[in-house]
């Protein structure tokens, strides 16, 4: 599947967001830090976020509002200094939108549900996909896996 596709079949699902909160909602959920990510298209820097060196199994949620989108399965080392993942969980879940901020053509991802940006997608990930998402930590809740 190519970027394109993705990009045209999430647009048709996701029209509006789920969650719907004001911005005034939103900055008492969440930490300054999240607020800024998420509502604001911030990127925190890089190797500080928490979650950039972390292996442990579970699935990332959205920190805004909960909707599982990676799993631990499809996150590698990118060496970047943010998490990266090469899938989402659903294709649905995480939409992608053009942006051309700072002078760059990037592809922009956010919450499907919730409309919170996460990050950047970018295509020299690895195989199967050749993507790479590149989330910031501050977007992400880690849900660990339950052991058995
Ligand atoms: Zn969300």
């Known amino acids: 599947m190519t970027l394109k596709d993705t990009e045209l079949s999430v647009k048709e699902k996701t029209t509006k967001p789920d969650v719907a909160k004001s911005d005034e909602e939103w900055r008492k959920q969440l930490s300054p830090e999240q607020y800024q990510v998420t509502r604001k298209a911030g990127t925190e820097p890089a190797f500080t976020g928490k979650y950039w060196k972390t292996k442990d199994d579970g ?3 959205c920190v805004c509002c909960g909707k599982p989108l990676f799993s631990s399965e499809t996150k590698f080392d990118s060496g970047t200094g943010w998490p990266s993942f090469w899938q ?3 294709q649905a ?3 992608t939108h053009e ?3 700072y002078g760059m053509v990037r592809t922009e991802a956010r919450c499907a549900s919730c409309n919170a940006h996460l990050g950047h997608v970018f295509e020299d990930g690895p195989e199967p996909t050749g993507l790479r998402y590149c989330m910031n930590s501050a977007a992400l809740d880690l849900k660990p896996e339950e052991k058995k």
Request: charged share 15%; no cysteine.
């Open 99 to 101: 942006d051309s901020t």
């Open 88 to 90: 989402p969980l659903d």
């Open 59 to 61: 699935t990332y949620a």
């Open 93 to 95: 879940a995480v939409a």
